[in-house]
């Protein structure tokens, strides 16, 4: 169905995530983790890094299952401008891909796999969720990762066409994005608000805001 956005206040929403058919409620982020009992604090910090297997010999592992996500690593660790990586050059990445590709040691198809191959030690080094990495990280396991390089994507919702409800459909997505509910998601989970005005509601804890990828700084 198509959105009323005289229902859904679309102030403080980033406009790319503004649509006739769907908005953005949630971003999350595809970053690189590795092992600090393996890597200490000296561990592969960029994409270039991770393709580099001379200077960061270990084991690997890189998303089988979200292509856009695993080109646009691909193309960042090319060298390819942050600003410059959209759209992707397909054949480029691809290219950038073989060159790392016989030394990925899986390819995973889920968050769960991910967090799993990293906290078992089965991988030194990963492309990862920033929620999983989060969680990981949390919970004691010897990591780290930072936002640096990470890819921004972003979770929208859409009411479906012919729905019974549409109208209060249309009310409660109003709801998930407004920013006193927005401010709510960091609290549980470390996916990123996607209205900017959830920071200025004074719910989200100063010390959670470095941990969220759509925060102001």
């Keep these: 169905e198509k959105l009323d956005y005289n229902v859904i206040d679309k102030s403080g929403i980033n406009p790319k995530l503004v649509h006739d058919d769907w908005v953005g409620i949630s971003y999350t982020s595809v970053v690189l983790i590795y092992r600090t009992d393996v890597f200490g604090d000296k561990g592969p910090k960029t994409w270039a890094d991770f393709w580099d297997v001379q200077k960061f010999p270990g084991r690997r592992a890189l998303s089988g299952s979200q292509a856009t996500e695993t080109l646009s690593v691909a193309a960042l660790a090319k060298g390819i401008p942050i600003d410059k990586v959209y759209p992707v050059d397909i054949d480029g990445a691809l290219q950038s891909v073989d060159k790392v590709k016989g030394h990925i040691d899986a390819w995973w198809t889920s968050g769960a796999q991910a967090m799993q191959l990293v906290k078992d030690g089965e991988v030194d080094m990963a492309s990862i969720w920033n929620g999983r990495a989060g969680t990981l990280k949390k919970s004691g396991a010897p990591v780290s990762f930072s936002f640096d390089q ?59 805001i470095k941990d969220i990828n759509s925060a102001p700084e």
């Design 150 to 208: 990470g890819v921004l994507t972003a979770d929208c919702m859409v009411i479906p066409k012919g729905s019974k409800n549409k109208d209060l459909a249309m009310k409660a997505l109003a709801k998930f994005v407004s920013p006193d509910l927005q401010a709510n998601l960091p609290l549980y989970v470390d996916n990123g608000p996607a209205n900017e005005k959830a920071f200025e509601t004074g719910k989200i804890p100063p010390e959670r």
